[in-house]
C-alpha cells in the first residue's frame, strides 16, 4: 500500500495555502496547511512530513528563519522557498542552508511540483 505525501505549506497568505493545497491534491499528494512558521514548529506533525514549502516573508518567523530553527532541532525535511520579492541574497542564504529550491511568485505549478517531486525522490 502506497500513502501520498505529506507537504507542509507555511504561509501567511490563505490564498497562496488554499492553492497549493489544491495542486498538491490535484498531483495525488497531500498537503497540511500552517498560516505560521511558529504553528508548524508546534504542530508535532513533522514526523509525518515529507518536505515543507514556505514562504519567505512572513509576519514573526520568516522563511530562511524556519530553515535555521529546522536545523537547530534536526529536523531533516526538504525546504522550498517561495517568494514574490527574490534576492541574490536571499537565494543564496536559501540555498546554502540547504533549500530544495528557490521558486518566485507567482508560482510557476509545474516547476513546484517538480520541485517537491525531486525533494522527496
Partial sequence: MSFAPLIAIVDDDPGVRGSVDSLL???GMAG????SAEELLASG???RLACIVTDLHMPGMTG???QAEMALRGWRHPVIVMTAYPT???RDQAMGRGAAAFLTKPIDPDGLLEAI???VA
Fill in 45 to 47: 506533525a513533522q514526523g
Fill in 117 to 119: 517531486e525531486r525533494a
Fill in 25 to 27: 491534491r490535484s498531483a
Fill in 88 to 90: 541574490d541574497a536571499a
Fill in 32 to 35: 497540511l496547511a500552517f498560516a
Fill in 64 to 66: 530562511l528563519e524556519l
